[in-house]
């Protein structure tokens, strides 16, 4: 393979040329067809500079023009486009910063799928000139199918399938031990908050979402076990919950956002997955028996008054890590270990 900028050799599993730091193309899982787009968005840029990307309705035809083929994926690109995901990409003065945002929005507010985001970024930082190796690259040999990708692995998922609401809770206002039906996707903002009764409370595999504020105040729930298959948390989720002591977050959730777990004064371990990249507002504010906390080397971003009122956490990190130097400027805490197996 050769360098489309400076006719370099490269090799596929390099992330950037040698000789003058342009990204090499890749193909994305379930996205054969990656390269192509990469490479086409990338002529368009030279050929037309910038200011064509900038005008949506050039952006489009131009892409129409340069791929006409493969037209789910095309409108995909685009549709991703028009949320402004480049935009959100752009907006930030640290590269890493805006795409680890830009796979937030569309991973939790839009709920696109794993693959489908990697691809929409491969493409956007490809187009940038920026060098990215997504987790999800396919090398020589991994054995792609080459059928309809677009419709073979779904792009998105339908959270709103079927919504468990307020008005759904309400007949468990009294109740102690609550179980929610398995296929529900998603759990509406504020729908059991303020049930003083309930102790316990069984969500099922299906679910995807956890609204705003779904569980505050409920003070007497000791414990709660989040499906593997669960991705959001909203803000607030569990504000308040004084007895609940132990959570372990499923891996694919990918922030942690304000207020979450704020005033969860019983609260002693809780299990954060390598997923996680941000660690919103007031997170854990006043979580007064929170001692240990293994954050992973994903995290990249927490918010200054994240742990404010946890006297007595000591945050565990890997060496050099944001959460390292985050510890360090903060003037939390820190102990150094290789994995969460030493905390």
Request: charged share 25%; hydrophobic share 40%.
């Amino acid at each position: 393979m050769q360098c489309e900028k400076c006719g370099s050799a490269v090799d596929e599993s390099m992330e950037s040329c040698p000789a003058c730091g342009a990204p090499v193309p890749q193909n994305v899982e379930g996205f054969d067809n990656t390269m192509e787009f990469q490479q086409a968005l990338r002529a368009i840029v030279v050929e037309y500079s910038s200011w064509a990307v900038a005008d949506p309705e050039q952006f489009v035809g131009l892409l129409g023009d340069y791929v006409p083929d493969y037209k789910k994926e095309r409108r995909f690109l685009i549709s991703m486009y028009r949320q402004g995901v480049l935009r959100i990409m752009l907006n930030e003065n640290v590269r890493e910063l805006g795409i680890m945002k830009a796979k937030n929005f569309m991973l939790t507010e839009l709920f696109i799928a794993d693959n489908a985001v990697e691809f929409v970024i491969a493409c956007f930082t490809y187009m940038l000139g920026w060098p990215y190796t997504s987790t999800l690259k396919v090398t020589e040999g991994d054995g792609q199918d080459n059928s309809d990708a677009a419709d073979e692995k779904k792009t998105s998922v339908n959270v709103e399938a079927n919504v468990f609401t307020p008005k759904n809770a309400r007949k468990y206002r009294l109740t102690s031990n609550v179980t929610i039906p398995e296929g529900v996707t998603k759990i509406e903002s504020f729908c059991f908050d303020k049930y003083g009764s309930m102790k316990t409370i069984k969500l099922p595999s299906s679910l995807i979402a956890i609204g705003d504020y779904a569980f505050s105040s409920c003070k007497k729930l000791r414990g709660i076990e989040l499906p593997e298959n669960l991705r959001v948390i909203k803000e607030g989720a569990f504000s308040n919950c004084h007895n609940l002591v132990m959570v372990r977050i499923p891996n694919g959730v990918l922030q942690i956002e304000d207020s979450t777990f704020s005033a969860c004064a019983s609260l002693e371990k809780i299990e954060i997955p390598d997923s996680v990249s941000s660690i919103g507002a007031e997170a854990f504010a006043c979580c007064d028996r929170l001692r240990k906390l293994f954050l992973p080397d994903s995290v990249k971003f927490i918010d200054q008054n994240a742990f404010s009122f946890c006297p007595n956490l000591t945050i565990y990190c890997m060496e050099n890590s944001y959460v390292h130097k985050y510890c360090l400027a903060t003037g939390r805490n820190a102990v150094i270990v290789k994995s969460s197996l030493e905390v």
